[in-house]
């Protein structure tokens, strides 16, 4: 079991190893980690987002996740999942999401509604059969009137075989995700771990609890039957273990298939339950007694058997039992005393308990109530979800749709011994900060609307808008096509200018026109907000990505995308990690998103640069795929998060800077504040080398010569 346990955590763990991790440390490591109090709803986003991958995946359909309130366990057209988390039931959760997504793709929900509503399609010889069973008990009421028998009926046929065609649907669901997506097994297993493979029940399957020849005891038996500890010998089971055939079960096509096993076993069921007797009669505690005719759906209708037992009865039993063990004095029971598991019928409402009737103490028999009780809630579709408030809800929506990521970063740490050792540390990417995530205050420090310095910052972002314009005509000339004329050639285009010089023996009358055209360039600007940042450092930044990203947009083939980069205190304080947000991307959004969002952007937190850099490393690289590719970097200076510094953090970002370069990207970082003075310049020179710039990124000539070089640049 523990081996089995630590394969389904292997499970989740090959997916949620970034999403689903804390401050560096992993949630399956066993590390006791204060846990913040309310939902993660960054966590949560991520949950959803990669369940649905799965039930995409393993149904081959769009079938839309969502977390839900209500106790259904899915409408046919969607998978609702809990938003409760707890990260020892990942796997469980995902296994509960493919069953329901298959349910989706698999069931005829019609099926199921016609049976239960309107009876269609119970075979006529059950419903007679149930009738010469039941009916002359029961088809008088209490005021004199004759209830209709038909009805009777069917309603107690339908309130079996549902349970039954739950059981039987559920297999053959099963049995579709096994074969189509084999490595999805683990997930189920842990489902089937959680809701049916508990101690308690393996040891009452193994006892003469639940051997009672009524439908509760049968329902109980059948729901485990695939138990590797289940008994056949009893109760006919083998019969009925014939009748599903589960090496078999893919014989059954459709719900309709399912449902006629239902019938068969439901009539097994029957055929061995002996007929009632009259309610007037003395021996009535044969365990019928004040059962109904809805299988316990509708309290009073009716007399027939019923499949459940509610807690009451289960805690009078219980109650009673102590006392007889309390009084037991040792002796052995003998003759009609020592009928063993018949004495004492838990749940067929005989509630006279039997000191040698079961093999399970009181309290093993409260675990197994609501074991029996989580089983009920998964067939009856019952299964309790948290639900979210509007507010979360359109949190995480927000959230899902800019495309948060959680990226692991490895990096080298120095030791007081002067060596270094291997850690690593957890980075928010979020690929597109929208006025809906920002107001979501989820990473309330680095992105506010109610901040204090934003109207001097929208100010800022107004200047640089029109300083772009200036800057666009003195960086167009990297849009503009030349041809170079090459005559006097010996091959290529005849020169016409040239022909009549033919006659005199000469051979160089060819020309040649060659085009020179920029490829599509990207430019990535990536801005430091740190807290070192604040008042005029940001502002000088905001103004210069502003006047940058408008000249571009000048510019036929120039994309540009800006992002900023801290550390905060991500969902309000639960986390205080790097995060990396890129506020615009001229691809998809218009340059009005840009100077509204980013005066809502605020100085804040440390500055984890290269850790960034590496966690956005994929963004950048595939949007420079075929195209000039630069990257943009402005900041103040040294890199610092927590255990993140040092000559390890200045190699680090170098490391990355280098990787950029190799890739084709060239590189241009400017260094805010000043020419950079004694060991600020040092450092910053040796992250980012030759391509350090010092300059006052406010002198449109200076700024406009360097990028000029750098746009103008060929490999």
């Not at 995409?56 to 359909?61: K, L, R, Y």
């Not at 028998?149 to 669901?173: M, T």
Request: a negative charge; one cysteine or more; proline letters at 2%.
């Amino acid at each position: 079991m523990k081996n089995m346990k630590l394969n389904n955590w292997s499970n989740s763990t090959f997916w949620l190893g970034e999403d689903f991790t804390s401050s560096g440390t992993s949630i399956f490591d066993d590390v006791q980690e204060a846990k913040p109090k309310g939902l993660d709803l960054l966590k949560l986003a991520g949950y959803r987002r990669a369940i649905a991958n799965f039930v995409s995946i393993v149904t081959g359909e769009s079938i839309p996740v969502q977390f839900s309130g209500s106790d259904s366990y899915t409408d046919g057209k969607m998978v609702n999942i809990s938003a409760k988390l707890n990260d020892n039931e990942f796997d469980s959760a995902v296994g509960l999401a493919l069953h329901e997504g298959s349910h989706i793709k698999l069931t005829n929900f019609d099926t199921l509604k016609d049976l239960h509503k309107h009876h269609i399609g119970i075979p006529n010889h059950i419903v007679e059969m149930i009738k010469a069973k039941y009916m002359d008990l029961n088809t008088t009421n209490e005021d004199g009137s004759v209830s209709d028998s038909d009805w009777l009926a069917k309603n107690y046929i339908v309130g079996h075989v549902k349970d039954l065609l739950n059981i039987v649907e559920d297999r053959r669901i099963d049995n579709f995700v096994y074969k189509s997506a084999p490595g999805y097994r683990g997930y189920y297993e842990a489902l089937y771990d959680k809701y049916f493979n508990s101690k308690i029940i393996d040891k009452a399957l193994q006892t003469d609890e639940f051997t009672e020849a009524n439908w509760r005891s049968y329902m109980f038996r059948i729901c485990n039957i695939t138990n590797p500890v289940r008994r056949l010998d009893v109760m006919n089971l083998r019969n009925i273990w014939n009748i599903l055939d589960l090496k078999n079960i893919d014989r059954l096509s459709d719900t309709e298939d399912a449902l006629a096993v239902a019938f068969k076993i439901f009539e097994e069921v029957e055929n061995n339950i002996p007929k009632p007797i009259g309610k007037d009669d003395d021996s009535q505690e044969d365990g019928n007694e004040g059962n109904n005719a809805n299988s316990g759906e509708e309290e009073g209708d009716g007399e027939m058997p019923s499949t459940k037992i509610s807690k009451e009865e289960l805690l009078k039993v219980l109650e009673e039992y102590a006392n007889a063990v309390s009084s037991d004095d040792g002796s052995k029971a003998e003759g009609e005393e020592a009928k063993g598991g018949d004495g004492r019928n838990i749940g067929t409402g005989d509630l006279e308990p039997e000191l040698k009737a079961s093999d399970l103490s009181p309290k093993e028999l409260e675990r197994l109530f609501k074991a029996i009780k989580k089983q009920e809630e998964f067939l009856n579709e019952e299964i309790k979800k948290k639900k979210l408030s509007k507010k979360d809800a359109r949190a995480i929506t927000a959230m899902e749709e800019s495309g948060i990521e959680m990226k692991e970063v490895d990096f080298k740490r120095s030791n007081y011994n002067g060596g270094t050792y291997d850690t690593k540390q957890n980075v928010y990417v979020i690929k597109n900060v929208t006025q809906t995530l920002i107001d979501t205050n989820q990473f309330p420090d680095m992105f506010n609307s109610m901040h204090w310095r934003i109207s001097e910052q929208r100010d800022v972002v107004k200047q640089g808008l029109q300083l772009g314009k200036i800057l666009g005509k003195k960086l167009k000339v990297r849009s503009e096509e030349k041809d170079l004329k090459f005559n006097r050639l010996r091959s290529g285009k005849i020169d016409n200018r040239m022909l009549a010089s033919c006659g005199y023996g000469n051979e160089s009358i060819f020309e040649k026109i060659e085009s020179f055209a920029f490829n599509p360039g990207m430019l990535h600007i990536s801005i430091d907000n740190s807290g070192s940042m604040n008042g005029d450092k940001l502002r000088q930044s905001m103004k210069t990505a502003m006047a940058i990203a408008k000249a571009c947009s000048m510019i036929d083939n120039m994309e540009v995308v800006v992002s900023f980069r801290s550390a905060d205190n991500v969902g309000g304080g639960r986390e205080y990690l790097p995060v990396i947000g890129i506020i615009y991307d001229s691809r998809k959004d218009h340059l009005s998103k840009l100077v509204k969002i980013m005066p809502q952007v605020r100085a804040c937190g440390t500055t984890p640069e290269g850790l960034c850099f590496e966690a956005i490393m994929d963004e950048i690289l595939n949007a420079s795929r075929g195209k000039d590719a630069y990257f943009l970097n402005m900041s103040d200076g040294m890199p610092w998060f927590n255990n993140y510094g040092g000559t390890q953090a200045l190699l680090h970002t170098s490391k990355q800077v280098k990787k950029m370069k190799r890739e084709g990207i060239k590189v241009i970082s400017y260094f805010i504040g000043g020419r950079g003075y004694g060991e600020s310049k040092e450092d910053f020179q040796l992250m980012y080398g030759k391509d350090s710039h010092f300059i006052d990124t406010n002198n449109l000539l200076s700024l406009a010569k360097t990028m000029n070089n750098k746009f103008l640049e060929r490999v």
